[in-house]
């Protein structure tokens, strides 16, 4: 279940960066073209958030945020094991903080509608919420992995080495 709800956040990001890609394209080319399309611009946002609101948690998940691997190597392993213990617990404790107020956020766009857009803000606030929900549940996944000592430190995280 795990590796298909990865799945499935892979493929919504992809899909809104894909959004992206398209709605910009549409810009660039309406500005040449006889046709104005001015709910681009906002679209684009809208398509930047949810693949923020969907990324951000897998990024977490598979170690893929920038960090700089030339102190953490540097570190012995039950140090580095602590250390990021509590860097995830603050990335928890954060993401709690968030999901409280992006829902309350969310609420506040149930009366909104977008200006070029058929649809409510509620629909755009959400993506707080969801990525909120997503960053707790990858940070208590990535803690219980530490605690019971499941995670290789052999390996290069974050990318390459600084």
């Known amino acids: 279940m795990a590796k298909l709800i990865e799945r499935v956040l892979g493929i919504i990001t992809v899909l809104s960066f894909a959004g992206v890609i398209i709605t910009v394209t549409i810009q660039i080319l309406s500005r040449y073209l006889p046709y104005t399309a001015i709910w681009t611009e906002e679209l684009t946002r809208y ?3 949810y693949a923020i609101c969907f990324g951000a948690p897998l ?14 190597n540097k570190m012995t392993s039950s140090f580095r094991r602590y ?23 969310m609420i506040i766009g149930h009366n909104q509608t977008s200006a070029t857009m058929p649809f409510q803000m509620s629909f755009v606030h959400a ?10 549940i990858y940070s208590i996944v990535k803690i219980v992995d530490l605690v019971r000592h499941e995670q290789d430190y052999s390996q290069n995280f974050g990318g390459e080495d600084l």
């Open 47 to 49: 398509f930047f958030l």
């Open 59 to 72: 990024a977490l998940l598979r170690n893929e945020f920038i960090n700089v691997d030339l102190i953490l």
């Open 83 to 105: 250390y990021e213990i509590v860097i995830y617990a603050a990335i928890l404790l954060l993401s709690v903080v968030m999901i409280k107020e992006g829902y309350r956020f």
């Open 127 to 136: 993506s707080i919420f969801i990525m909120s929900i997503f960053l707790v």
